[in-house]
């Protein structure tokens, strides 16, 4: 059995297609581990989504940035933006069904030695507080006051830095945040969400999130996308896949026995 990790999709079906092809994906047999943002801004985020789904549990994933903001236009939260491309999946006969699938992904998954997120951890949590903090976020997004969190996702104000003094649908959504939004931070721990360069161009006093001197959850590999401008970036404790797919560079898939990736160029582009 293989498992292999699974960049960033953001509805490149074709892309994912070739890409399993070539690393001889077999649902009896193997497993996809899914960084998130399935949907949103490629061209067929329907196929994905249902593909996904049908796999069971041949696919783990978690959910990304678009994933939600998916959820949250179809209760009606906040609107379509100019460059998303939801329509197929807010008019498909099955989208209440796939959309409450959705909405019952986790944010986190951890498994043998692993820690699967979006985006990243915080340098100040350790792996034991990050699960727990994830199934907290989960269950508020899982029940029925799950519009609640994301009005709450989508307001001005929420806090940038992690406090144990947070409650409720604040605490629940800056979780939301860190494992769906962070790049960077300062070693303090506050975020910056803005940001969304390279390695190279970073202001002063904001580190990748998994350079922060200390990091408590140091000592467990986190597999992670979001930041398509770092690229594929592989180091003792971080495997990080988004290669920017959607933008017209690589769909990225690893190995996670040797850690071997395997990269397809988006549909389009050059092979």
């Known amino acids: 059995m293989a498992v292999y990790a699974i960049g960033d999709i953001q509805g490149c ?14 649902p009896d047999v193997d497993r996809l581990w899914l960084v998130g943002d399935l949907v949103n801004r490629g061209p067929d985020s329907l196929s994905v989504l249902r593909y996904i789904k049908a796999l069971g549990k041949s696919a783990d994933m978690v959910l990304g940035n678009h994933d939600i903001h998916l959820l949250a236009v179809a209760a009606g939260v906040t609107p379509l933006r100019k460059k998303d491309t939801l329509h197929e999946i807010l008019a498909a006969p099955d989208r209440d069904e796939l959309l409450t699938w959705l909405r019952r992904q986790p944010l986190l998954h951890e ?4 820690v699967l997120v979006h985006a990243g951890l915080l340098p100040q949590w350790t792996v034991g507080m990050a699960v727990i903090l994830a199934r907290e976020a989960e269950n ?18 929420l806090p940038r830095r992690w406090s144990e003094n947070l409650t409720g649908m604040t605490k629940a959504a800056v979780i939301t945040n ?19 360069a390279g390695l190279e161009d ?3 006093g904001l580190f990748p999130w998994f350079k922060i001197p200390g990091r408590r959850n140091a000592d467990t590999t986190v597999i992670c996308g979001h930041w398509a401008a770092l690229g594929l970036h592989l180091q003792d404790n971080i495997i990080a896949i988004d290669t920017g797919c959607v933008w017209g560079r690589q769909l990225t898939a690893v190995d996670l026995d040797d850690r071997r990736p395997v990269q397809m160029p988006c549909a389009g582009s050059p092979q």
């Open 178 to 196: 860190v494992l769906t939004k962070l790049r960077v931070c300062t070693i303090g721990g506050e975020m910056d969400f803005s940001y969304k």
């Open 111 to 114: 498994e043998s030695g692993y």
């Open 140 to 157: 508020e997004l899982r029940g029925t006051g799950y519009r609640d969190l994301l009005y709450k996702l989508y307001e001005d104000g």
């Open 13 to 26: 079906m074709s892309s994912l297609t070739r890409l399993l092809d070539r690393v001889g994906f077999t």
């Open 202 to 204: 970073i202001p002063t």
